[in-house]
């Protein structure tokens, strides 16, 4: 039998980066920026060239040791919504992140595919740079959509999705270089690895039942090892699409702990802000209450719940109820669509059909109707009563002309609110012995009742 000692160690699986790695090799060969033109430029001219001066004019308001982080951004299988969402964030924007508005937070310099002025190799540089090990500051990879397999792609002798070119072929010669590749690349020196999106996060809409692609998420992609420089694991913030403020506030807070200003912020086990993503969509829904009331909406446009015409929020995380889409305004459920899980990672093949009611939803929805069934009378009754001032109980009338069709409260409903108000009136540690309370027995002739003792 084989000395325990003499077993060949166990080896961990590869993860899907590094097999991918191990298939292309490394690279040490860059474009040779000497013969480069200003390629669609002017004077190759670089967004951070056109930035700093805004930037750097804040500088004495950062304290930590980071003037500035770079930010990697590359889209995978995407449709670009997380870029849309980001740049309309407000709390904080993008803008401000960009110019180094927030005291204490490095600048950002960002080197987005779409919103960087710059292109070509220009644009590829401060990459290329970071794979060398020569930026001039830390930086962070942000990924929208989700990685896929380029393995599969490359054996068939095409590619899924790339970013640029660079002079990593057989003999120098330029080849695609995949958004896949880039992250692979990229990670193993990266401060923070962060997720965009649910295509980014858990895979979502391109990793489907039925894609040919191998679509998966950066997790997937990086293994359950792995760990930045800063020892970060990867950071999800997932939507589909995400919530801009909910992503410019993370990175926002790991800037804060990348500068030493703080510690890591709260995520929870699947890599999400803790603070953002532990409640569910339906405990801060504007609809909620119709559902403790047992009330739900049978149609789009029905102002009730909407879970009986597929809404999942009771079993979602996602704070876009509280939150809104973009300036705390909007939002699937406050503009009247239902929650079809788009945060989740079993999004969308957990979801499907969508606008369909949840099976789950059966025994609560009706244990729900027949408390409200008790319930919505009940509180019809003392929202009745609660409508009227307690001189116009008294008057027996209520003043207003809008009202004149309005018969006034039964002798029952009168009883039944004295019962009540005595009731009310028991808990009150402070009352005296005087048979009084606020203006009802003490101004018989209707006006104000004079100050209790
Ligand atoms: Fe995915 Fe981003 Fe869904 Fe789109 O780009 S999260 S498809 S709404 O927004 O990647």
């Not at 699409?241 to 702990?257: K, M, Q, R, S, W």
Request: hydrophobic share 35%; with cysteine.
């Amino acid at each position: 039998m084989a000395d325990r000692q003499t077993r060949s160690p166990v080896r961990e699986p590869r993860t899907p980066a590094q097999e991918l790695l191990d298939e292309l090799g490394p690279v040490t060969q860059f474009h040779d920026m000497s013969h480069m033109g200003a390629f669609g430029m002017p004077s190759g001219a670089m967004t951070e060239d056109m930035l700093s001066p805004v930037a750097t004019a804040s500088s004495p308001t950062r304290f930590g040791p980071l003037e500035k982080v770079h930010a990697f951004w590359f889209a995978g299988a995407s449709c670009d919504g997380c870029s849309v969402a980001v740049t309309g964030a407000s709390t904080p924007s993008l803008e401000s992140l960009l110019l180094g508005a927030h005291p204490g937070l490095p600048r950002v310099v960002l080197h987005h595919p779409v919103l960087n002025v710059e292109s070509g190799a220009h644009y590829l540089r401060p990459a290329e740079q970071a794979i060398a090990g020569e930026l001039d500051a830390p930086y962070v990879v942000i990924l929208e959509g989700s990685i896929m397999d380029e393995l599969v792609a490359n054996a068939a002798g095409g590619y899924w999705s790339s970013q640029g070119e660079e002079p990593w072929g057989p003999n120098g010669e330029l080849r695609p270089v995949t958004a896949t590749e880039w992250v692979a690349r990229l990670a193993p020196n990266s401060a923070a690895m962060i997720a965009i999106g649910t295509c980014a996060t858990w895979g979502g809409i391109p990793s489907a039942e039925g894609n040919p692609t191998g679509a998966m998420s950066l997790m997937d992609f990086l293994g359950k090892d792995y760990r930045s420089v800063l020892g970060v694991p990867v950071v999800n913030v997932p939507g589909c699409p995400p919530i801009g403020d909910n992503f410019n506030e993370t990175v926002a807070a790991v800037l804060y702990f990348l500068q030493g200003f703080g510690p890591l912020p709260e995520f929870d086990e699947l890599g999400r802000p803790a603070w953002l993503f532990g409640e569910t969509v339906h405990r801060n829904c504007v609809r909620g209450a119709y559902y403790e009331e047992g009330s739900f909406a049978k149609e789009f446009g029905d102002p009730e719940c909407l879970v009986e015409i597929g809404c999942w929020g009771p079993v979602v995380n996602c704070n876009i109820t509280s939150r809104g889409a973009i300036n705390h305004v909007g939002g699937c459920m406050n503009a009247g669509g239902a929650c079809i899980g788009c945060t989740m990672p079993g999004f969308p093949d957990k979801f499907t059909p969508f606008y369909k009611r949840p099976p789950g939803s059966m025994a609560s929805t009706t244990v729900s109707r027949m408390v409200g069934s008790v319930i919505r009378p009940l509180r019809k009754f003392s929202n009745n009563n609660l409508n009227r001032e307690v001189r116009w109980d008294r008057q027996g009338a209520t003043p207003s002309a809008f009202s004149r069709e309005k018969s006034e409260p039964s002798a029952l409903s009168h009883a039944s609110h004295k019962f009540y108000d005595t009731l009310r009136r028991s808990s009150d540690t402070a009352r005296n012995d005087a048979d009084v309370w606020g203006k009802r027995d003490e101004a018989p002739s209707g006006g104000s009742p004079p100050h209790r003792a």
